[in-house]
């Protein structure tokens, strides 16, 4: 209900320009969590080429604490970087909901974090996970082992970004269920003692 | 001679109470489910857990029936204004479009009680909305990043006060905490579990408890999944490698 769902998607992806394919937007996030070694990965040559294959001309980074400490020096490589490829680079540290950035994306990679992973999927974009090594108990491979078997999303690691990313085939993305709250509102009248739903 | 006394009046005591707390967790399992009428309402208390926890537990709570399940107790770690939001945001907008199950809960509101501050406390909340439902806040068992020889000290004070919230004021005001406990970790909802647990020892009304593993956890249980499982009323999970065949638990998919 928070989201205005009227927002149009900003002008980048606006009118088609002439007879090439339209732009495409790119959204990285790390979460909350530290996950440094995603934010670099993404300026490297080998995923900035393969972002462009894809037809990626803007990317958006959200990289907490690792963008919070840029110089000046480095957010100007980052764009640079990007430019080279003719990508817009953009980066920042938080925003409180992520769900715009979302919706604009035509791709997202991303931590593995739960809540990520259902926004992201059920707006139906293409998904890129890369668990953080770096976290002790990692039960986010878990989850993303699990759902990249099912062939909801995909998942890497942040040496494997680039192919990933080169080779990945939308259509063969399994759509995710949308939410379905039954389930749990049967189990917990049934468990509460009361009558079951007449069949509509 | 009077010591023997003394020492075997202790034993005879102890040993009702461990026969008393045994009998309590052993019937746990067989505890008759309470049949109830269509329009009966139901007392649900759910524990939001920060992060991921609150997120999963408002999803689940956006699929109910809040007429029905009514009057509703939000409990909060100290200090998590961010879940407090994220349950006013659920109250609003299923008091805005009751029939809504799948509410958006992802971005809380802000500004919604004036305060515009991440230090907007419960009390705050209840005061601008007189909705049929409370935030209760309770002490952490344990912080991020807080040293283990600590956490007892933390868990005692956090035992007390879920104590003081589901046993003390039940018992005195002769009312009832809740009639439902929904709980989906992390620690300290394993000691409002303890309090529960309580009131059934001392026999007076106690909620059932209902626990449901997060969407993430799909190989292995989470700690309070683990420490949780032989105590509650229905335990359940999402993915279905996480049940051994002869244990208790039952997987309904994902929820979420």
């Known amino acids: ?200 | 001679m009077d010591l023997d006394l003394v020492s075997s009046c202790l034993c005879v005591c102890l040993a009702g109470i461990l026969w008393r707390v045994s009998s309590v967790v052993l019937a746990r399992h067989r505890k008759p489910r309470p049949t109830r009428r269509h329009s009966e309402h139901c007392h649900l208390a759910v524990f939001l857990g920060s992060g991921g926890h609150t997120s999963e537990a408002l999803m689940l709570l956006s699929a109910l029936d809040f007429d029905r399940y009514s009057p509703r107790t939000y409990v909060i770690s100290e200090g998590d204004a961010l879940s407090a939001r994220k349950a006013t945001a659920l109250e609003l907008s299923k008091a805005a479009n009751p029939d809504n199950s799948t509410v958006r809960i992802s971005s809380p509101i802000s500004g919604y009680c004036g305060c515009l501050n991440r230090t907007c406390t419960a009390s705050c909340l209840k005061g601008r909305l007189r909705e049929p439902y409370t935030i209760l806040t309770i002490p952490r068992a344990r912080r991020v990043h807080q040293p283990i020889y600590t956490t007892p000290v933390t868990a005692t004070r956090s035992l007390l006060a879920c104590i003081y919230h589901v046993t003390l004021i039940p018992l005195v005001a002769r009312t009832s905490f809740a009639d439902v406990l929904v709980l989906n970790g992390p620690g300290t909802c394993f000691i409002l579990c303890l309090a529960v647990l309580l009131n059934q020892i001392l026999g007076i009304h106690s909620p059932r408890v209902v626990y449901v593993e997060s969407f993430a956890r799909v190989r292995s249980l989470s700690l309070s999944g683990k420490l949780l499982r032989p105590l509650v009323d229905r335990f359940v999970v999402q993915w279905p490698g996480l049940l051994e065949a002869d244990r208790r638990g039952e997987c309904l998919g994902w929820l979420v």
């Open chain 1, 1 to 200: 209900m928070s989201g205005p769902p009227s927002t149009p998607p900003p002008a980048e992806s606006g009118p088609a320009t002439e007879s090439s394919p339209r732009k495409k937007h790119a959204f990285v996030t790390v979460g909350s969590t530290r996950f440094d070694a995603l934010v670099q990965a993404v300026q490297t040559d080998a995923v900035l080429a393969a972002l462009r294959t894809r037809g990626v001309s803007s990317l958006t980074v959200q990289g907490g604490e690792a963008v919070r400490e840029f110089n000046a020096e480095q957010l100007q490589a980052a764009t640079a970087g990007g430019a080279r490829y003719g990508i817009d680079v953009e980066a920042w540290a938080y925003k409180p909901s992520l769900q715009e950035d979302y919706e604009r994306a035509d791709l997202v990679i991303s931590h593995a974090g739960s809540g990520t992973i259902l926004d992201v999927l059920r707006l139906r974009k293409p998904l890129v996970v890369i668990p953080n090594p770096s976290l002790l108990d990692n039960h986010q491979q878990e989850l993303a082992d699990a759902l990249a078997d099912l062939g909801h999303l995909k998942t890497c690691t942040v040496d494997t970004l680039a192919q990933t990313v080169e080779s990945l085939d939308e259509a063969s993305l399994v759509p995710f269920p949308q939410f379905d709250g039954s389930r749990f509102r049967e189990m917990l009248d049934e468990e509460m003692g009361y009558p079951p739903e007449p069949p509509k």
